[in-house]
């Protein structure tokens, strides 16, 4: 049974810091690249971030770019997104998604991603 699991989320005020955590079981996590997205009310899911299964390439959304930072640790199975200087505009429901690949070609798109995480929230205070 495939999972991914986020931990980290909460509430923290503007300009503050939080580190999420996607722990996946179930596939062999190296050979996945893995995604971040978020979902705040009454919007449409936005592409956060993606990293490639070796962390050689990442790529982020112009909206977090120079804020957010994405890595991994294969030998914990874990994906992270360090989140600084932090918007009340970033606030929303952030999902982890896995998508098989080993490839250079890194998905934005969620169509393209295999799994899902459950979610967890981040609400930024102003």
């Known amino acids: 049974q495939v999972q991914l699991v986020e931990s980290g989320g909460g509430l923290v005020q503007a300009g503050g810091s939080l580190r999420l955590s996607c722990t996946v079981s179930?596939?062999?996590?190296?050979?996945?690249?893995m995604g971040w997205f978020r979902q705040a009310p009454g919007k449409e899911r936005e592409f956060v971030g993606v990293i490639n299964w070796n962390g050689g390439v990442i790529y982020y959304a112009d909206s977090v770019k120079g804020r957010f930072t994405i890595s991994r640790d294969n030998a914990k199975n874990t994906v992270y997104l360090q989140m600084n200087s932090l918007e009340p505009e970033d606030t929303a429901v952030y999902y982890c998604?896995?998508?098989?690949?080993?490839?250079?070609?890194?998905?934005?798109?969620?169509?393209?991603?295999?799994?899902w995480g459950q979610g967890t929230q981040v609400t930024v205070s102003s």
């Open positions: 998604a896995g998508k098989l690949s080993r490839g250079s070609y890194v998905p934005q798109l969620g169509s393209e991603y295999n799994y």
């Open positions: 179930g596939v062999s996590f190296p050979w996945y690249n």
